[in-house]
């Protein structure tokens, strides 16, 4: 089970508040007139005011996520550090995620960050191609929404490999979707599976730039409204586990 650091940093904003109004209403008159001193107290006002701007910051604003897969190869790689703007789909309240302040919502193409539906303690990042009444068609390894095909054009190949040594022969493919250009990878090697969905009312369809090699919507379901984390933008850090060292020249790069 992931751990949730949005309710530990809750939990200690209300520690540490608690442990602050408690002093003030009971013991600080005390305390002074006998000059003592405590160090709890002292721990908890220093503390108090970074906890709360760490969650207010984390909640409101801009979250950190780590790449934890190649699902999403070559726009995300393994080792990616990215920031979520967590003000683009409108003002959630810590830990529930309820909506407060509606901003926008998700557009075909965006680069999501989410709480994965079967296990919504674990965060999940893919790129949305379905909004909700969309009637979505995979055919042989294309996207047709709502009856146009999303325009692919194949640019070249690759050979990819995993740290177990074994290779493949990958297709790489320029997608354009909602004014967006991205590349995907192909595996010419695994046969396609097709189908034929339609997004109900206030979810969404997910899915990996990595086609042939990524958990998504195709396989788990749709992605609930409530379940929205936000909209990932930006590499702040790159860390490459097989050649051991930062990828510099990915810092500072606009996810798209």
Not at 136 to 163: C, F, H, M, R
């Amino acid at each position: 089970m992931g751990i949730n650091f949005e309710l530990i940093l809750v939990l200690l904003v209300v520690v540490s508040g608690a442990i602050m109004l408690t002093d003030k209403l009971f013991f600080a008159a005390k305390r002074k007139q006998d000059q003592q001193h405590s160090s709890l107290v002292e721990y908890a006002r220093s503390f108090f005011p970074i906890f709360l701007i760490v969650l207010l910051l984390r909640s409101f604003l801009v979250e950190p996520f780590r790449i934890p897969s190649g699902s999403l190869e070559p726009t995300l790689l393994v080792g990616d550090f990215v920031f979520v703007n967590k003000f683009q789909y409108g003002l959630r309240l810590p830990v529930i995620n309820r909506t407060i302040i509606p901003i926008s919502e998700p557009e075909r193409g965006d680069i999501t960050v989410f709480r994965w539906p079967p296990n919504p303690s674990l965060n999940y990042i893919k790129r949305i191609i379905g909004l909700p009444g969309d009637h979505i068609l995979y055919i042989d390894k294309q996207w047709i929404i709502n009856g146009e095909a999303v325009p692919q054009e194949v640019t070249g190949y690759i050979i990819n490999s995993d740290p177990e040594g074994r290779r493949w022969k990958v297709e790489k493919r320029l997608e354009t979707l909602n004014g967006k250009e991205y590349t995907i990878y192909v595996r010419p090697d695994i046969e396609a599976k097709d189908l034929e969905v339609t997004v109900p009312p206030g979810h969404y369809f997910a899915i990996g730039d990595n086609r042939d090699d990524s958990s998504d919507s195709r396989y788990w379901g749709f992605v609930p409204e409530e379940n929205l984390v936000g909209e990932g933008f930006l590499v702040w850090m790159s860390w490459d586990s097989m050649a051991k060292k930062v990828r510099w020249e990915r810092i500072g790069n606009r996810i798209r």
